[in-house]
């Protein structure tokens, strides 16, 4: 198996329950993969400005396709490889549109990651873990209005914290209203909107051309519906133990858990041991 790109997910994949931490497990395979020359990418919904505390120490990624693959980042160089941002207009409907319906929501553009300041209390109530919610409040960018950030900067992607069950079909009702977009879900209970097609399989793809790597060449992990065009795209892909069963049937194969640290499982099967 000629594997030369590792692409991973981070929450319910490369990293434990506390959505923090690296499982030791996948850190000492992702290492032994990078020394046999294989490119380490992070696939992740997340902004660069909540990716790069996690994965920088590690000292094993360049690439970073974030925001659903809305932004690609050679994150050496400081450079953007690929962008697919949102319409303004559109942007500023979205904005009105969840202020109706009263649902707190951050906003990415240019690798940061924006709150409103009167909407943080909401946030903090849906944060992951006390780690995460640390993480957090250290990179994030508080603005009093949201529409400032919307009229000066090209989004990259909504994150709708919560969004309750009774308000989801009229919601994207009128989010369809606004004009095309591409939406997931990777908790399941949040919402995340980009351009339409933006993906992560796409970027992944784009990026692996600018690298001349085929997708049998890739490796790649993931647990949510924000996964499913990376790997159904990856020649060698898995999903996580933890993952619903329509991502494990989009993945060639299946791993373990992410706390069980079914990354490096993985690795070690099927790059490390041949």
Not at 146 to 172: C, G, H, N, S
Not at 206 to 229: H, K, S, Y
Request: some cysteine; glycine content about 8%.
């Amino acid at each position: 198996m000629d594997i030369k790109l590792i692409a991973l997910d981070m929450d319910g994949t490369l990293l434990d329950r506390d959505h923090s931490t690296v499982p030791a497990r996948n850190v000492e395979a992702l290492r032994a993969a990078a020394e046999r020359g294989v490119e380490i990418v992070i696939a992740s919904g997340r902004s660069w400005s909540l990716i790069r505390e996690t994965v920088t120490p590690l000292g094993l990624v360049r690439y970073a396709l974030t925001a659903n693959g809305a932004l690609t980042l050679d994150t050496a160089a400081g450079q953007v490889l690929d962008k697919v941002p949102m319409d303004r207009v559109q942007c500023a409907a979205i904005v009105e549109a969840l202020r109706r319906h009263s649902l707190a929501y951050e906003l990415y553009a240019d690798g940061e990651n924006y709150v409103q300041r009167n909407e943080l209390e909401g946030m903090r109530e849906f944060a992951l873990s006390p780690a995460f919610e640390e993480m957090f409040l250290r990179n994030v960018t508080l603005v009093d209005d949201m529409m400032d950030v919307v009229k000066t900067r090209l989004a990259e992607k909504f994150d709708i914290f919560y969004v309750p069950d009774q308000v989801r079909a009229p919601l994207l009702a009128e989010l369809s209203a606004t004009g095309p977009f591409s939406g997931a879900g990777a908790l399941g209970t949040n919402l995340e909107l980009t351009a339409a097609g933006a993906n992560k399989g796409a970027a992944l793809a784009r990026l692996c051309e600018r690298l001349d790597i085929t997708p049998e060449q890739v490796m790649a992990f993931g647990d949510g519906d924000n996964d499913l065009e990376m790997l159904s795209w990856a020649g060698c892909s898995f999903a996580m133990g933890n993952a619903p069963e329509a991502v494990k049937a989009a993945a060639k194969r299946v791993t373990g858990a992410n706390y069980e640290g079914g990354v490096g499982m993985a690795i070690e099967e099927y790059l490390l041991s041949r």
